[in-house]
């Protein structure tokens, strides 16, 4: 071999490796740290056309994949012998998103994207690391309140400025905060909204919590709250639930207050018939005691008054005295 075709076999060598990593993109890597009944979407960042294939791997196992926005398979559908997911995949036609709902721990791993372009020869590669934590995300909390007392709902998480907010009651719109303070709504406020609380509803901006303020029996229901976490490469749904109950014993302040006005008119009131019942008594008394007759109003004939009321008729000596005389 001379030293001329051994130069072509060297440049032939180079060609092929240049057109071999030719429009291959560099690996790009995601860490996303979720809970259990979290909703997760794995996004592609492209819209696909009818020459594009994307699949997806978790663990080197297929479990997803669309030829051309026609032929799409997603679990058990890509392979017989994988079951993990059971009917919890989504796959998007038009950008090959992944949608993972109802999340759980056996769903942890590395998720594998694959994208091939025929048009433009190309092949793209990205991973995402899926870490879901064994702290359900969907846990239900229960708060039992008095009529007019207040009752705060907080989310699990810390909200981040761009999160999206809902707060729904028996599945009705009822506050909202969409990352802009001024899209804030409550109540009747809201598209679809309930006008049931009546400017009773406070929202937090910094946390996305909800109060409810002077509560009454027909609040009772399911609260359910759902924050949206968009990021450029993926995005979470994570929903919580929350059932209030409230008692038609309690009382507002205003009732508390208007019944001890009551009370203590008629406390008053009471003291007051208390007190004219014990004069008119001592009065009675007063007069039972004086005698009703005395000896010289009666000109000596009747001294006293008997014990069973009638007059006690006692002679004097002296009008009998003088009497004999005359």
């Known amino acids: 071999m001379d ?3 051994s130069g072509e076999i060297m440049l032939g060598f180079s060609l092929t490796l240049y057109f071999l990593f030719h429009g291959v993109s560099g690996v790009d890597e995601e860490y996303l740290s979720v809970k259990e009944g979290d909703s997760v979407t794995l996004h592609t960042g ?20 669309i030829i051309g926005n026609i032929s ?20 998007d036609n038009k950008t090959g998103s992944l949608t993972i709902t109802n999340i759980r721990n056996t769903d942890s791993g590395l998720y594998e994207l694959q994208i091939t372009s025929r048009i433009s020869n190309t092949h793209s590669h990205k991973t995402f690391n899926v870490i879901v934590s064994d702290d359900p995300a969907a846990e239900h909390e229960m708060k039992m309140v008095k009529g007019g007392e207040s009752v705060t709902l907080y989310p699990g998480v810390v909200k981040n400025p761009n999160d ?3 707060w729904y009651f028996n599945e009705i719109l009822i506050a909202e905060i969409t990352g802009d303070q001024s899209q804030i709504c409550t109540d009747d406020q809201c598209i679809d909204g309930d006008e049931g609380f009546r400017d009773r509803l406070k929202l937090d901006h910094q946390t996305g919590s ?20 968009s990021r ?20 507002s302040s205003g009732a508390v207050a208007g019944i001890c006005v009551v009370v203590l008119v008629v406390v008053a009131a ?15 008394m007063s007069c039972s005691e004086k005698p009703q007759l005395s ?11 008997s014990q069973n009321g009638d007059p006690a008729i006692v002679t004097s000596q002296r009008i009998m005295t003088g009497i004999i005389k005359d």
């Open 295 to 305: 000896n010289q109003s009666n000109g000596g004939l009747y001294s006293s008054v």
């Open 210 to 229: 909800l109060t409810i303020t002077n509560t009454r029996t027909t609040d009772t229901g399911l609260y359910k709250l759902q924050i949206n976490s």
């Open 270 to 284: 009471a003291a007051a018939a208390a007190g004219m019942i014990y004069y008119r008594k001592h009065q009675a």
């Open 232 to 251: 450029i490469s993926f995005s979470i749904r994570r929903i919580e639930n929350f059932t209030v109950t409230v008692s038609g014993s309690g009382l």
């Open 72 to 91: 799409i398979c997603t679990d058990v559908q890509c392979n017989k012998d994988t079951e993990t997911f059971r009917g919890r995949l989504k796959l």
């Open 46 to 65: 492209v819209e696909i056309n009818q020459k594009d294939t994307i699949r997806w791997f978790l663990k080197n196992t297929r479990i997803a994949q």
């Open 164 to 166: 999206v907010i809902t």
């Open 3 to 5: 030293f001329r075709e």
